[in-house]
């Protein structure tokens, strides 16, 4: 597929994945290299426009992630962003040194709007500064275009070589009109035309899939969650009666979830998919008998849902293919893309059982950003109420039942669950959490019914604000939504006669609560 691209050169800044997503909704298609990727390696992609990130360093320290002069001379232009920018004056012949003034946060920036990359750019803009060195003196040739009260080289530019050094982060939400420079510098510096659009994405994936799997057979573990939905229609459209989609329901769903995965992707559904639905509950809940431990638990959980897994593409017969719903950050968090350090290893019981006998992975969502993937999933028709669900953990209710699993507590936190969401949903919150969900925690304690003593379980609400899901933020739900879920719960949820609200923030709490 030859299609216009950015490369994003990564130097161990925070902002790594923002700068791919900010261009990239530019529609221009951008990837993330390590600042150690070979020179002749990024020649050969024949990149537009090359774009170096922040980093943590100083670029005068010995050992200081560097490049070379020649990536300056490719006749590419490139975009240098805080410690990129830095870098880019430093090779070149500028000088970088400790700035007496530490800039951090929103900082008004006096650009010059000649240059094209503050094209239609007010003079006076608020821009996200983060940084202790400073350029203070730009390198030969440069000609300084923004300052601020602090900072005399804010950005500058040698247009005759298409090199640019910004000293704020544009991809910043905080930089006002950042995205406004990232776009003037793909399309009026770069030449970009804007070729990385979700309906084109599906049709040239959709090619690249029939090519690739020819008459082979293809297994998809499908588990109602955005990714592998996506993935799974993907698929069907691209190579229809050989694809199979296999649906483990392990027990450990939210309350009719089964069902609704079954009406969507079933034989009553709009897609025409060979879907196998396990009904494997009992099976589980058997396993799961009187383990306590919360690693235990997960572990029996994804071994369990692997040999079923196993069990149905036997029946199934040789399988060429296995479709993985693996997603951009995926591949950038394992160390695979850019430079940032490996940050999560979270089992995914949908994941690759490896003694299936199948030739190869499929990964049509690899390149994907999250909202992309969602973007693709309404362009093949999914619907919205799927593509916007919030996440669920592959181990399910497993790990909102503290303790020991049984049907009857899987019951009771299903219907507390369904309860606090109907409820917010109706709430018509302005800020929506970004995940919520009831848990039943382990503890029973006395209350009173009528006249009657009773001795039952706390269900404990969470909801949460968070970007990343590395940490999070307790969301405010107001008070009355919060009284009127708890009012529901302990009247509805037979052995419920407590509701919690859990406002610890992670760290040090986790979202889930084993
Ligand atoms: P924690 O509890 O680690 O959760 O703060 C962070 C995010 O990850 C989800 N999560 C999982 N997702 N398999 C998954 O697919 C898992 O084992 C798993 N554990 C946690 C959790 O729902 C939250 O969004």
Not at 417 to 427: N, P, Q, T
Request: hydrophobic fraction near 40%; charged fraction near 25%.
């Amino acid at each position: 597929m030859s299609r216009e691209k950015i490369v994003v050169i990564d130097f161990g800044g925070q902002y790594n994945q923002l700068v791919a997503r900010r261009v990239r909704e530019c529609n221009v298609y951008c990837e993330i290299y390590s600042y150690k990727t070979d020179l002749k390696k990024i020649r050969e992609m024949e990149p537009k426009g090359i774009i170096l990130t922040g980093g943590p360093n100083s670029v005068y320290e010995e050992g200081a992630p560097s490049c070379g002069k020649e990536l300056f001379e490719l006749g590419v232009p490139v975009l240098g962003l805080c410690y990129g920018a830095q870098l880019m004056s430093h090779v070149l012949g500028g000088h970088v040194c400790k700035a007496p003034v530490r800039e951090y946060g929103r900082i008004e920036v006096t650009v010059d709007r000649s240059s094209k990359l503050f094209g239609n750019v007010s003079e006076k803009t608020i821009c996200w500064m983060s940084h202790n060195d400073y350029i203070e003196k730009p390198a030969p040739g440069f000609r300084v275009i923004a300052h601020t009260a602090d900072c005399p080289v804010a950005a500058a530019e040698w247009v005759e070589r298409g090199l640019y050094a910004i000293q704020f982060h544009p991809e910043v939400l905080h930089t006002q009109e950042g995205s406004r420079m990232l776009h003037n510098f793909v399309y009026e510096i770069c030449g970009c035309v804007g070729d990385w659009r979700m309906d084109s994405f599906v049709e040239t994936s959709i090619r690249a899939i029939r090519e690739k799997v020819g008459s082979g057979k293809v297994l998809c573990a499908l588990s109602g969650g955005v990714d592998s939905s996506v993935a799974a229609v993907l698929l069907s459209k691209a190579v229809g009666d050989q694809l199979t989609c296999v649906f483990v329901d392990h027990g450990l769903l939210r309350k009719n979830e089964g069902d609704e995965v079954e009406e969507v992707f079933g034989p009553n559904g709009p897609y025409e998919l060979h879907f196998i639905r396990v009904n494997a509950q009992e099976r589980f809940y058997r396993k799961l008998a009187g383990v306590e431990e919360p690693e235990r638990k997960r572990k029996i959980i994804g071994e369990e849902f692997i040999r079923v897994f196993e069990e149905e593409a036997k029946k199934i017969g040789r399988v060429d293919f296995l479709v993985q719903g693996t997603i951009y950050p995926d591949v950038v968090e394992s160390g695979l893309g850019g430079e940032s350090a490996v940050i999560k290893s979270h089992h995914n019981v949908g994941g690759l059982p490896d003694y299936v006998d199948f030739k190869e992975i499929i990964e049509p969502l690899r390149d994907l950003f999250k909202d992309e993937v969602r973007k693709v999933g309404l362009e093949l028709g999914i619907p919205e109420k799927l593509v916007y669900r919030q996440p669920f953990p592959g181990p399910g209710l497993g790990i909102r039942i503290v303790g020991e699993v049984t049907a009857e507590k899987v019951k009771m936190v299903q219907n507390a669950d369904a309860i606090y969401r109907e409820e917010i949903a109706a709430a018509g919150l302005s800020h929506m959490p970004d995940q919520y969900f009831a848990a039943l925690t382990n503890m029973r304690s006395v209350g009173v019914m009528g006249d009657e003593r009773t001795y039952d379980y706390a269900v404990a609400l969470r909801a949460v604000n968070t970007v990343d899901f590395m940490t999070a933020e307790a969301s405010q739900i107001p008070w009355e939504v919060l009284q009127r879920v708890t009012s529901r719960i302990v009247n509805e949820v037979a052995h419920v006669n407590r509701v919690l609200y859990d406002i610890t923030s992670k760290p040090p709490g986790t979202v889930e609560f084993e």
